[in-house]
């Protein structure tokens, strides 16, 4: 199988010397459409994606907070459903089956996943998906919902859309055709007919990603589609500013080492090729996306993505002190001053570091691939 990176990092869709047209496009014939052979799959070129250019000037960092968009108007949802916490170092952790899970799910969690929405938002020109669903789908899940910000039922009001779970800490006002359920995706799923199982930031605290991503073939439509939106987990930079033992990167290895003592991966969002062809998925594409760390990108947009992902990295930093680094055997004081290097390290914006953002969809074959306009 040949593959093809377009210059925004975007693979081709190219198998032998076939190339079907795109599943977006109105004006081709649904029949002619139906009867045109599908490439299973392509492959990813990170390699292919241009690096960002390193603004002349660093914008101070106030100027562009005041650029920032935030508060989403919602209340927190009280539920009746018994969830159970531990807390640790002034933290909140979910408590499900028999392990521990190592990132917190407390309200400081959640307004740095509500950043990384807004962050990944204004980086995809305000598109949710990436997947070619159409304007009219029936059935949405997302799946690891959150506060809900990707429960889309304002803009698909012809979709019936499901925020799936552990925690319930979704909003209490939420349009009619949303609704929410507190489950593990990791079990067995209820729903089927479904048009589109969206993922985001899921793909590294999944235990058994074979069996989830099965669960979503066996709940789509003939047709229907499954993204995963997901970031690796590893800082990179192009121009050699960012050193090997830089200590946002020795950081971040040493966390990923700790993650997998809790049997999570930070570096499977480059892998999922594999792992969607075994479930049985074709037309499988990846846009991958650098984000810069930081306010250092020339571009305007990539400098306040890169301030929304800088913030979030140092929001973020803290948790892994905790129980990360404590799976290694690392005293605290050992963690915190790792923590503190690194924390030091990011406000130098002569380093120019960023992050892959890995955007993966592909389809349930089936008989009929109508209905996408």
């Not at 392509?42 to 914008?59: L, M």
């Not at 009001?157 to 055709?177: K, R």
């Amino acid at each position: 199988m040949a593959s093809l990176s377009s210059h925004d990092g975007e693979t081709q869709r190219i198998e032998g010397d076939t190339c079907r047209p795109g599943v977006g496009q109105s004006n081709v014939d649904p029949e002619t459409l139906a009867a045109t052979p599908r490439p299973l799959s392509v492959s990813v070129c990170a390699t292919g994606v241009p690096a960002i250019v390193p603004a002349d000037e660093t914008d101070d960092e106030f100027d562009l907070a005041n650029e920032l968009q935030g508060d989403d108007g919602t209340a927190s949802l009280t539920s009746s459903i018994c969830a159970a916490f531990a807390y640790e170092r002034g933290r909140r952790y979910q408590l499900f089956g028999d392990g521990e899970y190592p990132i917190p799910n407390d309200d400081l969690e959640q307004n740095r996943e509500d950043m990384k929405h807004a962050m990944l938002m204004m980086l995809t020109e305000s598109k949710p998906f990436l997947a070619p669903i159409g304007s009219h789908p029936q059935k949405i899940l997302d799946i690891g919902t959150g506060t809900a910000l990707l429960a889309v039922g304002d803009r698909y009001p012809s979709a019936h859309v499901c925020g799936i779970d552990l925690t319930p800490i979704q909003p209490e006002w939420v349009p009619a055709n949303v609704s929410f359920l507190v489950d593990n995706c990791e079990l067995d799923w209820i729903e089927r007919d479904v048009d589109l199982a969206h993922f985001r930031f899921m793909v590294m605290i999944l235990k058994d990603i074979p069996t989830v991503l099965g669960h979503a073939y066996e709940s789509l439509r003939p047709g229907g589609w499954i993204e995963l939106q997901e970031l690796h987990g590893d800082p990179l930079c192009d121009d050699g500013t960012m050193c090997q033992d830089d200590a946002v990167k020795v950081l971040y290895n040493t966390a990923g080492e700790a993650y997998k003592k809790f049997g999570m991966s930070t570096t499977l969002p480059a892998k999922l090729e594999p792992h969607l062809h075994e479930a049985g998925f074709v037309n499988i594409h990846c846009k991958v996306m650098k984000v810069p760390i930081g306010t250092w990108a020339k571009e305007k947009t990539l400098r306040i993505v890169g301030l929304y992902q800088k913030m979030a990295v140092l929001d973020f930093l803290p948790t892994l002190s905790g129980r990360p680094l404590k799976a290694l055997g690392m005293s605290d004081i050992e963690a915190e001053l790792m923590v503190a290097m690194a924390k030091k390290s990011l406000e130098d914006a002569n380093v120019h570091r960023y992050f892959n953002y890995y955007f993966w969809y592909a389809q349930k074959p089936g008989p009929s691939l109508m209905g996408y306009e």
